[in-house]
Nanobody, 126 residues
């Protein structure tokens, strides 16, 4: 059974940093693409970053240079290191995966995600 569990969300000041974790079970993160998404109040969910099964990473323009997606195969966990946080980064952050070794991406958005975690809240105050 595929499961994803996010953690690491918190309230921080503008300019601060956080590291989000996405602990996976039921599959190996080295064999699937995993993406981070976020949803702010009254806004649609949007993709943030993707790490492919082969290790390539992709980012949406609004996080390039500030966020880094990575994974630890031994821990079966995908991370999102966030720095230079801005108030507009305030959102619920989710990780997701799609079946299979290959996947489609649109910039930093994983296409057709099938499995989702429950989310972790990030609040950035000015």
């Amino acid at each position: 059974q595929v499961q994803l569990m996010e953690s690491g969300g918190d309230s921080v000041q503008s300019g601060g940093s956080l590291r989000l974790s996405c602990a996976a079970s039921g599959f190996s993160v080295s064999n699937r693409c995993v993406g981070w998404f976020r949803q702010a109040p009254r806004r649609e969910r949007e993709g943030v970053a993707v790490i492919r099964s082969g290790g390539n990473t992709y980012y949406q323009e609004f996080v390039k240079g500030r966020f880094t997606i990575s994974r630890d195969n031994a821990e079966n966990t995908v991370y999102l290191q966030m720095s230079s946080l801005k108030p507009e980064d305030t959102a619920m952050y989710y990780c997701a995966t799609a079946p299979g070794y290959l996947c489609e991406t649109q910039g930093g958005t994983l296409s057709d995600p099938t499995y989702w975690g429950q989310g972790t809240q990030v609040i950035v105050s000015s």
